[in-house]
């Protein structure tokens, strides 16, 4: 009899456990989708029509079985680089990438450098 | 000279800082995305508006001749203001023209073209506006011309009739 109410447990915890799994991952990509109409909102903040749209469709290629990358590369290839938040690394943004990084050793060079000029 | 050196160095960064962003200012805000031209046309399937049955889109996009994917709905504006255009397209028959019915209510679809005609020679339905996104559209109004399964030019926001004669001289 236990076992049984272990199994019936286990069996109602598992839709759960996916449905929050794929609400996740759609949550997840949808956050780095720009909303293409809105001002500086991402899919996933905003209400209007474009973005629900988006929602929907997120979640019809997940369940199509796409990865991740497979759907922000199916959108990148509808509206370009722009509806990710988060744009690979090419020729075109090395410099957004890099460029945080050398500020960020510049600056902890001059720290460094005034620690050693006040000892 | 070393006193001299780092706020010149700051002050003309701040210079270059402020002639970026003044430029910045002057430009567009508004982007268009280059990548989906000459793109293949999307693959997907929908709904007939009259008659209600399933349709693939390559039983509609299926000759070489030159089609028009035209997304509306009755309850916007600058599709009424595009419409006398789109009839006045329709007599050409060098086109098809395909209508999206993106997001609308069928009775208000049908009294909008009862009223004011109906260019379109099939009508696909879009009810949760995923078939446009396939398409790679923003909202309604946009119009799409396709050749050879491919798109060769794509229009957001009303035809008007500059934009009218642009497409009459490309499928010339």
């Known amino acids: 009899?236990?076992?049984?109410?272990?199994?019936?447990?286990?069996?109602?915890?598992?839709?759960?456990?996916?449905f929050a799994d794929d609400q996740l991952e759609r949550n997840k990509i949808t956050k780095n989708l720009r909303c293409l109409i809105c001002q500086g909102q991402s899919v996933y903040d905003s209400d209007s029509d474009f973005a629900n749209s988006m929602k929907i469709l997120v979640d019809k290629k997940l369940e199509e079985g796409l990865s991740e990358n497979q759907i922000y590369d199916f959108?990148?290839?509808?509206?370009?680089?722009?509806?990710?938040?988060?744009p690979s690394l090419n020729k075109n943004t090395y410099i957004l990438w890099i460029l945080p990084i050398l500020i960020f050793l510049l600056g902890g060079a001059i720290i460094l450098k005034k620690l050693k000029f006040k000892n | 000279?070393?006193?001299?050196?780092?706020?010149?160095?700051?002050?003309?960064?701040?210079?270059?800082?402020?002639?970026?962003?003044?430029?910045?200012?002057?430009?567009?805000?508004?982007?268009?995305?280059?990548?989906?031209?000459?793109k293949d046309i999307p693959i997907f399937s929908s709904v007939k508006f009259d008659t209600k049955e399933n349709i693939n889109s390559s039983e509609i996009?299926?000759?070489?001749?030159?089609?028009?994917?035209?997304i509306w709905a009755s309850w916007c504006v600058p599709c009424r203001q595009e419409h006398s255009y789109l009839m006045r397209l329709s007599e050409n028959n060098k086109i098809t023209l395909i209508g999206?019915?993106?997001?609308?209510?069928?009775?208000?679809?049908?009294?909008?073209?009862?009223?004011?005609?109906?260019?379109?020679?099939?009508?696909?339905?879009d009810?949760?506006?995923?078939?446009?996104?396939?398409?790679?559209?923003?909202?309604?109004?946009?119009?799409?011309l396709i050749h050879k399964n491919k798109i060769v030019a794509k229009y957001i926001g009303p035809l008007?009739?500059?934009?009218?004669?642009?497409?009459n001289s490309i499928i010339k």
């Open chain 2, 1 to 38: 000279m070393k006193d001299r050196l780092i706020p010149s160095i700051i002050i003309i960064s701040f210079i270059i800082i402020f002639l970026i962003f003044y430029k910045g200012l002057q430009e567009t805000n508004i982007y268009t995305p280059k990548s989906e031209i000459k």
């Open chain 2, 61 to 70: 996009f299926n000759s070489n001749k030159f089609y028009l994917l035209n």
């Open chain 2, 160 to 167: 008007n009739e500059k934009l009218i004669n642009e497409i």
């Open chain 1, 75 to 86: 959108f990148k290839e509808k509206y370009g680089e722009w509806i990710l938040y988060e």
């Open chain 2, 127 to 144: 009810e949760d506006g995923t078939i446009s996104i396939e398409w790679g559209a923003y909202g309604v109004p946009e119009t799409f």
């Open chain 1, 1 to 18: 009899m236990r076992i049984l109410k272990i199994i019936l447990i286990i069996l109602l915890l598992i839709p759960k456990i996916s």
């Open chain 2, 100 to 125: 999206l019915n993106y997001k609308d209510n069928f009775n208000n679809a049908q009294n909008f073209l009862t009223k004011l005609g109906n260019p379109y020679e099939t009508i696909l339905l």
